[in-house]
């Protein structure tokens, strides 16, 4: 059993900078890949990015494409998302997530297997 733990949310003005990260326990972190995922209020749960075991591999959504770099530290068992050039739209709770297929970035929330409770993310205009 995986637990994930979010930290590093709140509020920041549009064109701010904020650094989530997700702090792993209770498995072999280099046994998965890693994912964020946001929820706004009203809409779906939407795939932001993911990063395979080794951190060679990475994948992102176009809305975030070049403005939230992903990496992960294996040695401190922590992934993070750098998020830049924030905008209003990006307001969500972000949940961290891991997926037993190390190597895959998938961009679907049912495949990954472990999820951490979530942390809120506003930004204002």
């Known amino acids: 059993q995986v637990q994930l733990v979010e930290s590093g949310g709140g509020l920041v003005q549009a064109g701010g900078s904020l650094r989530l990260s997700c702090a792993a326990s209770?498995?072999?972190?280099?046994?998965?890949?890693m994912g964020w995922f946001r929820q706004a209020p009203g809409k779906e749960r939407e795939f932001v990015a993911a990063?395979?075991?080794?951190?060679?591999?990475?994948y992102y959504a176009d809305s975030v494409k070049g403005r939230f770099p992903i990496s992960r530290d294996n040695a401190k068992n922590m992934v993070y998302l750098q998020m830049n050039s924030l905008k209003p739209e990006d307001t969500a709770v972000y949940y961290c997530?891991?997926?037993?297929?190390?190597?895959?970035?998938?961009?679907?929330?049912?495949?990954?297997?472990?999820w951490g409770q979530g942390i809120q993310v506003t930004v204002s205009s």
């Open positions: 997530a891991a997926d037993h297929r190390s190597t895959i970035t998938s961009t679907r929330a049912g495949t990954y297997d472990y």
């Open positions: 990063i395979s075991w080794s951190g060679i591999s990475k």
């Open positions: 209770g498995g072999t972190f280099t046994s998965y890949a």
